[in-house]
């Protein structure tokens, strides 16, 4: 099969840069406002969309994407919602790939068949879920594929020799490198790290090696677009639209200028 | 060739022989983790195995029981609380008299010496009530490794005193402010810990919970509390009980209790859920009773959740059993049906508190007391001749501040 995420990374091998991905959270600050953030964002550079399902309890994330989540729970998002979103979206945008990333309870509780059809109906391309290592593929990972849809791994600094192809078997679309041992949100300190890992994987399959965590500024994205071929960035976006709310979460900003300021910067990067 | 079919139908027949080797009791348990904690609980896995078949480990472990944490614990017969009721013989495991007051110390022991193996140097653990922390804090203590506990800061507030002896002992307690700021929160908060630091860290888990293998893990060390019941009532009364209770929160004294007794079918095993302020409210915490499954902390297992699969915070007024999962292991023994799993209401635990205190002179914790409850229901239905043992899992010294305030007393605030 051919994916969106597929041709975008065909098409920007050739361009010879490396893909910037921006993840929002579904419904963060709320509904409206996150599907116009994320209508702008290729238009501000964006060349893959992650979106967040949120979760009550997101385990791997730091305290930014918890109450982004918190947020959007609070204000009525639910994976429906969420999916109707991806809907909105390919009203005007039928090119830009889409992973949905979060926690497995949520797909599991709306029924794992059923999600694949409507996600799939919706026009999402990678699924990306967090909590289900290679030895749970036959919860999702499996049906995915054969619904067309890509299963985006992670790959850590714990991967080593002995786990890569674990990893990498039924791995699709691209392969997502977490720079850090740790949760999201935290600061990427160690670079030399960075290039040794994404080389060793790429010795070891051909699919794109994207790398997130920790990453938040042009600098970075420029040193890590240079060893990679995509550059995840999700904590800093999600702090941006934080940073226009007040502290009982009211818009007192416009969060969607805001984050249309910083994709623009960070696309320079790239 | 007959022999190995009557074994392999034994096999199929039993309920001792789970989880199978990914970590599955059925359709329940398993490893739902993000990849960097894969290689951990692997290397864990591995761990576990090779100190199974080390003689060593056995006695070390053995010793510690005996001379650090006071095993065997004594099976009691509650003589007045029996005539009281007028029904089954009624025996008390009395695990509130180990070391540090609960069963807790029984896994932590264990774990321990686990983490010494593998080489790790720095503990974490979360914790409820404060019983498991106090635990962990006590054995980090005995071997000189620095020590984190998180905990709710909901808990942090009713459970002070626990608070102070995890302090004394020389652990960092971290209150968690994120979610609800209970056992939930913790427990996130502890992963979040060691996926951060996975070098040095071992997370010592202290319910029969969370990914493969530590339901089995902590299953295991809770066992010594059913095999010790076992030759215990032989000796005392030459046969076998008729019924078996134990409370479940996470469920690792009531899974301890149960396992060597899963395969005598003609036993009753009862597993006591906090029902709180009753099911027809959002207050309790009977998962099993009240929940589906789902997906948290490394497993699947019965959760309290809406219909988005978002997890609901339960309500009991023992902060030992308010998490709105259980163990897997409980989970499938439910869907098999060898285990049945009742509510038991706060207000019901807190009469069994006083009931348990006036008779037999024995202050039980509010976890057990649920155990007690469901006791006081059934043995007034049992024939004299029938034996019914209840796990007294903890002492409830811990929790007088709470009943107080039930009662109408704020001692808290008399300090």
Not at chain 2, 225 to 254: C, F, H, K, T, W
Request: charge should be negative; glycine fraction near 10%.
């Amino acid at each position: 099969m051919t994916t969106r995420i597929n041709q975008t990374f065909a098409a920007l091998k050739t361009e010879n840069r490396a893909a910037l991905i921006t993840y929002i959270m579904a419904g963060d600050p709320n509904y409206g406002i996150a599907l116009e953030i994320m209508k702008v964002l290729p238009q501000m550079g964006s060349d893959i969309i992650e979106l967040g399902i949120p979760f009550s309890d997101p385990m791997a994330d730091g305290p930014s994407i918890q109450a982004a989540g918190l947020r959007a729970l609070g204000n009525g998002q639910t994976l429906q919602k969420t999916i109707d979103m991806l809907q909105e979206f390919r009203k005007n945008d039928t090119t830009t790939p889409v992973v949905m990333m979060g926690y497995y309870n949520p797909i599991y509780i709306y029924g794992v068949e059923r999600f694949l059809q409507n996600a799939k109906a919706a026009g999402i391309d990678g699924l990306l879920i967090v909590d289900l290592p290679p030895e749970m593929d036959q919860e999702l990972c499996i049906p995915a594929q054969q619904a067309g849809i890509n299963f985006i791994r992670l790959a850590t600094p714990t991967t080593d020799d002995k786990r890569l192809p674990t990893v990498l078997q039924n791995n699709s679309g691209f392969v997502y490198y977490i720079s850090l041992t740790g949760i999201t949100g935290q600061s990427l300190t160690d670079m030399s790290d960075v290039v040794t890992s994404v080389n060793h994987i790429k010795a070891h399959t051909t699919l794109p090696v994207a790398v997130g965590f920790g990453i938040k500024t042009r600098a970075q994205v420029e040193q890590i677009g240079q060893v990679a071929d995509g550059v995840v960035v999700g904590t800093a976006l999600v702090n941006a639209i934080t940073a226009t709310l007040d502290s009982e979460g009211n818009i007192r900003d416009d969060p969607v200028k805001t984050v249309c300021d910083l994709v623009r910067e960070l696309r320079l990067g790239v | 060739m007959i022999d190995s079919d009557a074994n392999e139908r034994a096999e199929l027949n039993s309920y001792r022989n789970r989880p199978d080797k990914e970590g599955m009791f059925g359709i329940f348990g398993g490893r739902f983790v993000a990849e960097t904690l894969m290689p951990l609980i692997l290397e864990l896995e591995e761990a576990y195995e090779t100190a199974c078949k080390d003689p060593q480990f056995k006695d070390e472990l053995e010793k510690l029981l005996t001379y650090y944490a006071g095993r065997p614990s004594k099976l009691y017969y509650a003589e007045r609380l029996t005539e009281y009721l007028g029904g089954a013989r009624i025996y008390l495991k009395r695990e509130d008299l180990n070391h540090t007051g609960s069963h807790k110390i029984n896994n932590c022991l264990g774990q321990i010496l686990l983490a010494r193996r593998m080489g790790r140097t720095r503990i974490i653990a979360e914790t409820g009530a404060g019983q498991h922390g106090v635990a962990t804090a006590t054995v980090s203590a005995r071997f000189g490794l620095p020590c984190v506990v998180y905990m709710g800061a909901t808990d942090v507030e009713r459970q002070q005193p626990n608070v102070f002896r995890m302090n004394l002992l020389g652990a960092t307690v971290r209150p968690v402010t994120t979610g609800n700021a209970t056992l939930k929160d913790a427990m996130n908060e502890a992963l979040r810990d060691w996926v951060s630091n996975i070098k040095d860290t071992y997370y010592l888990i202290g319910t029969a919970a969370g990914p493969h293998p530590y339901p089995k893990i902590v299953r295991d060390f809770q066992s010594v509390i059913g095999d010790e019941v076992y030759s215990q009532i032989l000796e005392q009364e030459g046969r076998l009980p008729n019924m078996i209770i134990a409370a479940v929160g996470g469920g690792s004294n009531a899974i301890g209790l149960f396992y060597p007794f899963l395969d005598n079918k003609d036993i009753d095993i009862v597993g006591v859920e906090a029902g709180g302020f009753g099911l027809e409210t959002l207050k309790h915490c009977a998962s099993m009773t009240a929940g589906s499954p789902g997906v948290l902390h490394g497993n699947r297992t019965y959760l309290l959740q809406n219909e988005d699969g978002q997890i609901r915070e339960g309500h009991s007024v023992s902060a030992g059993l308010d998490y709105p999962g259980v163990g897997p292991e409980h989970s499938w023994l439910k869907s098999t049906g060898r285990v049945q799993y009742v509510p038991v209401l706060d207000h019901e635990a807190v009469e069994a508190f006083q009931l348990m205190t006036r008779i037999e002179g024995i202050i039980p914790a509010l976890e057990s007391s649920h155990a007690i409850a469901e006791a006081v229901k059934r043995v007034p239905k049992m024939s004299r001749d029938k034996i019914l043992i209840v796990n007294l899992s903890g002492r409830g010294d811990k929790d007088i501040y709470t009943v107080g305030k039930l009662l109408g007393m704020d001692m808290q605030s008399a300090f």
